[in-house]
């Protein structure tokens, strides 16, 4: 395996994330609390990065694809319409002698047999299993000062549910006609029995997901047009191609409400994994959600005056889960002049600091050089003001978080104005002249490699 396709360790991606500020462990001083993590200074840019690059193809570059930003708490009868009450669940085991729970189908899936005649993953007992039994995954609460069950709500297990309830606001507040999506990002909540691989698998998570709504009949084609879209941003956002794989879910797997599906699958440290489904919905939701709330949800054609229920064709990714793609296929190891080097790959217009700055000293009136490129830099750009320590420390740091350029300002910028720029990825440096640096800069941030 050559560098470039050596997996980095979970580990030591982990170890990367906490040491440069992307993600914490939540309630750390307290021993931490399982499967929940708290995103730092460099893992919040690095998320709105990947946001608002989702956003920017799914809505912004399309006329008939609005945004929305729904509750998470919604009408109880939502979830019992959607199916999610009834069927939202997965099938739970307990091993009788450590008492750990195990999703039956993914034991199943592990030891490629029934759970019984293999032993526990953790202890080994072998038939001390409980008869599998559904557990629903919604987290439940009360809206309300009563704890009853007239107050039961539930946190969103999808964003989804939130579009097809506005399906009706939104064709008649806005000028869309069919065929037309509704994007949302938010958050989602999953009580999942196994969470686990850092990131990957959490009970809060958050989604981008988009409904498009389309005249039955043209469903079929419209999933291969949005499969391939969603395959060709994957590569834009730099996801290596052998990294990424489409699994076609079997008949018999398919989802309550689908009638075709695959997934994006990545592969992750610790194996192949799904990152994105795209799944054809049909009319379902939109005609349970007619059924049960005695509204019309139909589409008028207007030339025709056909009216029917749409179909829809989904879209829908974890952001979180994208986050730790992204990490893991950027992070990279090399030996540069007998050091090893960990640099992050990141696409530059993802990178959680666009630019660092420095003075090579603290003296010469170089600091108020690099402080004032600062300010200019700012007014477009994300910057990084570093003073402290050896020239090559600071640049090491900046490689671990992915900076795609450091600008250092030394003693040939008092004398001449310009200074010098570093390619994190070829370790190149020239000299630039300090006025013309922000325009250059965005030229490069806008390059073959940048947007
Ligand atoms: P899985 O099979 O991994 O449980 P799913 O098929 O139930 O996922 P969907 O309901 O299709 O997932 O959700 C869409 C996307 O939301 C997934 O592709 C994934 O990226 C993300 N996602 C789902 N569950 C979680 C979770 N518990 N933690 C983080 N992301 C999640």
Not at 157 to 175: C, H, I, M, W
Not at 279 to 296: C, I, M, P, V, W
């Amino acid at each position: 395996m050559t560098p470039e396709n050596r997996q980095v360790a979970m580990d030591q991606l982990v170890s990367l994330c906490k040491r440069r500020g992307f993600i914490y462990q939540s309630s750390d001083i307290y021993g931490g609390v399982q499967s929940v993590y708290d995103y730092g200074p460099l893992g919040v840019e690095l998320k709105q990065n990947l946001r608002d690059a989702w956003w920017r193809a799914m809505v912004r570059e399309h006329d008939e694809i609005v945004g929305l930003d729904a509750g998470i708490l919604m009408h109880p009868q939502v979830w019992v319409t959607s199916g999610h009450v009834g069927t939202f669940s997965d099938p739970l085991v307990e091993c009788l002698n450590c008492h750990r729970r195990f999703r039956a189908d993914e034991l199943d899936e592990l030891e490629a047999g029934r759970p019984d005649e293999q032993g526990c993953p953790v202890c080994g007992t072998k038939g001390k299993f409980t008869e599998p039994r559904q557990f629903n995954l919604m987290f439940k609460t009360f809206m309300g000062p009563l704890e009853d069950e007239s107050a039961v709500a539930y946190l969103r297990p999808e964003t989804a549910q939130g579009a097809y309830v506005n399906f009706k606001n939104v064709l008649d507040s806005s000028r869309v006609k069919v065929p037309f999506g509704i994007a949302q990002v938010g958050k989602a909540f999953r009580n999942e029995i196994t969470p686990g691989n850092f990131i990957f698998r959490t009970r809060e998570f958050e989604q981008m997901e988009m409904q498009y709504f389309v005249e039955p009949g043209t469903d079929e084609e419209w999933f291969e047009t949005w499969k391939d879209r969603r395959r060709a941003w994957l590569a834009e956002i730099g996801l290596r191609d052998d990294r990424v794989r489409i699994h076609e879910h079997a008949e018999d797997k398919l989802a309550h409400y689908a009638k075709r599906a695959i997934d994006f699958e990545y592969s992750f440290p610790f194996g192949w994994n799904e990152l994105e489904g795209v799944h054809n919905r049909t009319d379902f939701d939109l005609s349970r959600h007619q059924e049960a709330s005695g509204k019309k949800l139909e589409y008028v054609d207007a030339p025709t005056n056909s009216r029917f229920v749409p179909f829809v064709i989904e879209t829908a990714i974890g952001l979180n889960r994208l986050l730790l793609a992204v990490l893991s296929d950027a992070y990279h190891e090399e030996e540069v002049e007998g050091e090893t080097r960990v640099v992050l790959r990141l696409k530059p217009s993802l990178a959680p600091t666009s630019v660092a700055v420095f003075p090579l000293v603290k003296k010469d009136g170089m600091p108020d050089m690099a402080e004032s490129i600062v300010a200019d830099l700012r007014q477009s750009l994300s910057v990084f003001y570093d003073a402290g320590g050896s020239i090559g420390r600071r640049y090491r740091r900046q490689d671990e978080t992915g900076t795609p350029f450091c600008v250092t300002v030394d003693g040939q910028s008092m004398e001449d104005g310009t200074v010098t720029v570093r390619d994190r990825d070829s370790l190149s440096q020239d000299r630039v002249s300090a006025d013309a640096l922000r325009g250059v800069l965005q030229e490069r941030l806008r390059g073959p490699l940048g947007e």
